[in-house]
Every structure is written in structure tokens, then in C-alpha cells.
């Protein structure tokens, strides 16, 4: 093929001194390099600048934290962004590492440069020459193929990547769960939600991404089994690494999935108010108990776990049945007015969830703006 698209005076020299691979697996390294510098990378910023937005905009929004599925301690909406815009930054710059580290050869059948040292004084630099020519570095030694490791750390960058877009799609797909509600995709004037059940609106993008996500993560494995190849070659990864292309249109694909998604994600900020207030009673049970050990409890823990149960079984508030209990108004007394605040009003009790929150926007802003 290339000999057809060359002069006659230079088709003699077509593959001259090369093996295939010298050609195949440094050509396919420039089209993975140009995929993540060109396509990738450029979206995989366009949805971190989305995620940066709704962070910045829901800093100091409250939501109840969930641990196991159960109402844990509040947080702040865009605290729950911040921790997947910080992963997703890190993925950036370790697809961007790794892109970079991609290497190419031009060093013959075994990787020795056998057939170039009868061509040239320096079989060695010719091989710089030819791939500096291409914006690439060689190899510090191959086979007839590369190395197998850079190409396998950027192929983990990408896929590690996937798992933090499909990772932050099954949490909007539980928060846009009928019961919950807190986000909900924003639906086509048109979009239908069940073909037979006309008031359902359904997660499918966020639903998508996950099955994407589980779709391609387990082509890592065959990655990793095709580094092992049979002395200086074997075949045994011809036909396997003919599909990595595939890893990284399914990636992107996914990733224009999630821009289109956050772009016009809905918050239901009465259902973050909602679903708060039904914990609300409850979740000052980690500072109460927290201060009244600082302040000398012998046993705060189970004191106020008991407390907790009364509560509930009286409807009467904790605070309003340690008002009664005179074993713990000596603890009580040295609370300070922000400690009782807390106690009293859980909204505040988001410890540092909105100024982290502004930290990351911060850093990635700093890092892609």
C-alpha cells in the first residue's frame, strides 16, 4: 500500500531496513498519542469546567452525606462534585503523563538494528532522526515490538478514567431515584421515558456510561495478558491489540455522554432540604457524643446510641431528653454556644465540605483555565 502512494524512485526504499513493526506499532502509537491530544483530553476538560461549575454553584448547598446507602453525616452538594472533579483532574494529567511517554522504533526484526547498522555508521541515531521527524522519542531498547508498558499505562490511565465517569453516574442515577430526587436528568421536549409508562423519566445516560464503562474495563485484562510475548516475538497479540482503538472511541464517547448530561443536570434543592430534614433529628448524634467524651463522658458512645433509640421511640429530640437527664448536665454545661448551635442546628454541621469544595474548583480552575 504504501509503495502505490510513493514515486517510483523512492519505492525501492519503501521497508528498507524496517520491519512491519517498526512501522505498525509506531504509526499506532502516533494515532494514540494524537487521540488523546487532539479528542480526549479536550473533552475530558470541557466536562471538568461543567463539573467546576455546578461545584462552585452548590458549595454551601447541604445534602445529607450517605455511607451504605444510609443518611450519614450533611455535606454540601458541591462537596459531592469537588470529590469527583478532583479524580477526574488527576486522570487528566495521568492520561496527558502517559500520552507523553508513549515511545516509537525503528530498531529492526529483533531490536538489535541488525539491517539499519549495514545502512548506516549509526544505526542508533538514525532510529532518534527518523522518529524525531514524528514528535516521538524511541524506546531505550524493543524487540521487534515496543516495550509493552507505556502503551499499558495509558491504556490504564484510560480506563481508570472510565471508572470515575461511570463511578459518578451510578451515584446521579440513585440521587434521581424516585425517592430521593435530588438530580434528574434534564429531558428532550420529546424524549420518551418508558414505552409504556409515560410519567417516567429515566436515567438513561447515566445508565449508559455504566454499561460502557462495563463494556471496556475488562479489555484491560487482555492488555495486561499481551504483555507477555514469546522472546524477541510471537503473534499471540496480533489479533487482541487490533481492537484498542475501540477502548478509547468508548471512552470519549462516553465522556461527550457526560458533558451533554452535567450540562444541563437538574438539582432539586427542596429535595436535598427534604431529604435532610428526615435525618435531621439524628445527625447530631456524632458531635454530642464527640463533645461529651472531649468533656469527660465515661461512656459517650453508648450514651448517646441509647439516646438515639429513645428518640426515635419518643419523637422527643436528643437535646430535649438530656435537658431532663441530670447524670449528663455537668458535661452539658461546658458546651460552648458554637458546640450547642452545632447540636441544635445540623445544617451547619458540614465541617470544612464547602471550603474543600472551593479548594478543588481552585486547583482545577488554576490547572485549566
Known sequence: MIRKRVSKKARPFVHLGATSYDIVDTANILRYRDA????????????????????????????????????????????????????????????ERSA????????????????????????????????????????????????????SDFLHAITSSFAVIANFSDDMRHLQRSEIAEVCEMQESKQVGSSTMPQKRNPINFENVKSMFKEFMPRMVTVYLDMICEHQRDLTNSCSQRYLPEMLVGFDSSVRRMIKVSSRLQVDESALERNFRMSRGKVCAEPLYIMLAFYGHPDAHEYVRELVKKSAETGETMMELMACDASVKQYLGKFTKKQKDIIENPESYTGAASRKAAEIVKIWEDCNG
Open 100 to 151: 507523553g511517554a508513549l515511545t516509537g522504533k525503528f530498531s529492526g526484526a529483533v531490536g538489535a538494528y541488525n539491517a539499519t547498522s549495514m545502512l548506516f555508521p549509526d544505526p542508533v541515531k538514525f532510529e532518534k532522526d527518523v522518529l524525531s521527524g514524528l514528535g516521538l522519542k524511541p524506546a531505550a531498547i524493543s524487540t521487534q515490538v515496543l516495550p509493552p508498558e507505556p502503551l
Open 36 to 95: 488523546a491530544n487532539e479528542v480526549i483530553i479536550p473533552d475530558m476538560v470541557k466536562l471538568g469546567n461543567l463539573w467546576s461549575g455546578l461545584s462552585k454553584k452548590y458549595r454551601n448547598t447541604v445534602q445529607m452525606g450517605r455511607t451504605h446507602g444510609q443518611h450519614a453525616e450533611p455535606i454540601t452538594f458541591g462537596f459531592t462534585i469537588a470529590q469527583y472533579l478532583s479524580r477526574w483532574g488527576n486522570r487528566v494529567n495521568a492520561i
